[in-house]
């Protein structure tokens, strides 16, 4: 039988706010541990928890991001469930009331058209607090650090519309990027603030049952959900060809091995109306004030882009899709640079030199008027593309000037016609029988000779001063 996979996913993202979600300790999980406490966050019996405006805010931005109706009211609710990350037994989330409900991303699927993903909701919720599993001499020991215990988080619930790896890969990349223009959250799969948790079942191909799920968490990067699905629809469509019944339980992707394995539930109690928070009751003027605060989003960005500076749908799509880049990019245009050819190195050489490295473009300290400045070179002709690409290297590993950096690498083309001519001259005499078969219509000699004279110039003649003297002594 031929079966099709059934996937959703949940996200938990972690808002970027200064404080946590009920206190004002500083939201920064990554401190020396259980410094950033107080008697709300450690959960003490009778510490009162208040909303954090700021949180509320981001989480909002985010929902409309995702394009999701934000609820006229929402409210937490207690997760029960009893765990050493949890002491105080509940986690303050929202489960009867979210604060959004039905948004969607559109990704490119596999068949290359556009396809919408629906999201069923998007809640609130508080982190709870990071085990670290140490030995100490060969006892194994558990520690707890309240850094992120009640650190702000919104649950992204997908509905089930994916139906592939890719569908699923496609669908994060653009919530991300979506979620990261908010500025709300940095989303990061490595460093655990944007995390992933794949609902997978299969069904017979051409219907519409809903069947067993199975839950797969611990992926840490997009590739590793689309590898920990794509192995769970092989294990699956192997456990019904064999006649075995999938099972609801949870499992672990395993990145080293590559493999899914069965874990452990926590026990999941009910969730229950939470007394102490209080309800979160939109206005429409508030409302309006979140939509005004958001920013233009990748997608009317990508037409802007195309329609003002030119661009093909390639060149907008890569120049939209982060929101640095965008804003790099805009600004470098601003110093009065041809917008393609701008496109055109960010994407052929910036963005790879940034991968190689990994950071982002703020990290390098690489400002747009910096590279504005190596880009009129080229646009000048004062450098080719060769020591252009030498000169954008060092650019992003030190402060100095492209001007400094040509200066001292002896980058610059050689421009002097006379010291060209002098080079040509030399060619066109050792050449005699070429210079012939050019002036009896071979054409093909130009190229030829050009060829040679780069080579003598070693690589920084100025191809069109060249070209010019070149076409002079042959005519
Ligand atoms: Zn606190």
């Known amino acids: 039988m031929k079966y099709e996979a059934v996937v959703g996913l949940e996200i938990h993202v972690q808002l970027n706010t200064a404080t946590k979600l009920f206190c004002d300790c500083p939201n920064r999980p990554g401190d020396e541990p259980n410094r950033n406490t107080c008697p709300i966050c450690l959960w003490l019996p009778g510490a009162f928890p208040k909303l954090s405006q ?4 981001k989480a909002t931005l985010a929902c409309l991001a995702l394009n999701c109706t934000i609820q006229p009211e929402s409210a ?11 002491p105080k037994g509940f986690q303050l989330s929202q489960h009867h009331k979210p604060l959004s409900r039905n948004g969607w991303v559109d990704v490119i699927g596999e068949d290359g058209k556009m396809k919408r993903l629906r999201i069923h909701h998007i809640h609130m919720e508080e982190d709870v607090a990071k085990l670290v599993h140490e030995t100490e001499g060969k006892i194994p020991i558990s ?5 992120r215990a009640g650190t702000p988080l919104i649950e992204i619930v997908s509905e089930p519309d994916m139906r592939s790896p890719h569908d699923a890969m496609e669908y994060v ?12 959250a940095e989303c990061s799969m490595e460093q655990g603030t944007l995390r992933v948790d794949a609902n997978i079942s299969l069904r017979p191909k051409g219907t519409d049952e809903l069947n067993t799920k199975i839950e797969v968490k611990n992926m840490n990067s997009i590739r590793n959900v689309g ?6 629809i092989v294990r699956q469509t192997e456990c019904l060809e064999r006649g075995e019944p999938i099972v609801l339980h949870t499992r672990l992707w395993d990145p080293e091995k590559r493999v899914t394995t069965a874990m452990r539930e926590k026990f999941a109690g009910p969730c229950i109306p939470d007394p102490s928070v209080a309800k979160i009751t939109v206005t429409d003027t508030w409302l309006k004030k979140m939509v005004d605060a958001l920013p233009e989003m990748p997608g009317r960005k990508m037409e802007r882009f195309s329609k003002e500076y030119n661009l093909t749908p390639e060149e907008a799509l890569s120049m939209s899709q982060e929101r640095d880049i965008s804003e790099f990019f805009e600004d470098v245009v601003k110093e009065n640079l041809p917008p393609r050819k701008v496109a055109s190195w960010i994407t052929t050489h910036l963005l790879p ?11 390098t300290g690489l400002t747009p008027k910096r590279f504005a400045v190596l880009l009129a070179m080229l646009e000048k002709d004062e450098i080719n593309a060769n020591a252009g690409k030498e000169v954008l290297s060092q650019l992003l590993s030190g402060d100095q000037s492209a001007e400094e950096i040509v200066k001292k690498g002896h980058f ?3 421009s002097d016609t006379s010291e060209l001519e002098a080079i040509i001259d030399q060619i066109v005499s050792e050449h005699a029988s070429d210079v012939v078969d050019y002036r009896n219509g071979n054409l093909k000699v130009m190229g030829f000779l050009m060829g040679l004279a780069m080579k003598a110039s070693q690589g920084k003649g100025n191809p069109k001063i060249l070209k010019e003297i070149l076409t002079k002594r042959l005519g």
């Open 227 to 232: 590898d920990a699905i794509a192995y769970e």
């Open 353 to 363: 030199a940034l991968k190689d490295r990994n950071q982002t473009i703020r990290e």
């Open 76 to 86: 937490f609710d207690q997760k029960v469930y009893y765990y050493p990350d949890l």
């Open 173 to 184: 990349k653009t919530l991300r990027s979506q979620l990261r223009y908010t500025g709300a």
């Open 54 to 57: 700021e949180a509320l805010e």
């Open 412 to 414: 610059r083309q050689i």
């Open 143 to 147: 520690l707890v650090d309240f850094n």
